[in-house]
Nanobody, 113 residues
Framework: VQLVESGGDLVQPGGSLNLSCETSGFAFNSVVMNWYRQAPGKGREWLSSVDNSGITRYLASLSGRFTISRDNAKRTVYLYMNSLKPEDTAVYFC????????YGQGTQVTVST
């Protein structure tokens, strides 16, 4: 199983980013995919999920700023983030659960002037 995130960057407040997570080694279209983040000095926080039929869920405090999606043909899950704030600065991870929890290596998002 491999999960490889990309798309993190340094962005100014109010900006946007689109994160990607490419996967391999499991039946992608059969599992729920999630995004988490971990800010400096804090625990890992669940953000959003998308199931195999496209039904999505979000952390309420995101207030509609983030959108999760998946492309089963490309075995990829995305997280589009807009109206970014400094408090969104974190390492962002994709996740899925099979026999155990799997996370990628993460991609750094820094929101700063």
């Amino acid at each position: 199983v491999q999960l490889v995130e990309s798309g993190g960057d340094l962005v100014q407040p109010g900006g946007s980013l689109n994160l990607s997570c490419e996967t391999s080694g499991f039946a992608f279209n059969s599992v729920v995919m999630n995004w988490y983040r971990q800010a400096p000095g804090k625990g890992r926080e669940w953000l959003s999920s998308v199931d195999n039929s496209g039904i999505t869920r979000y952390l309420a405090s995101l207030s509609g700023r983030f959108t999760i999606s998946r492309d089963n043909a490309k075995r990829t899950v995305y997280l589009y983030m807009n109206s970014l704030k400094p408090e969104d600065t974190a390492v962002y991870f994709c996740h899925m659960y099979l026999d155990r929890a799997y996370y990628g290596q993460g991609t750094q998002v820094t929101v700063s002037t």
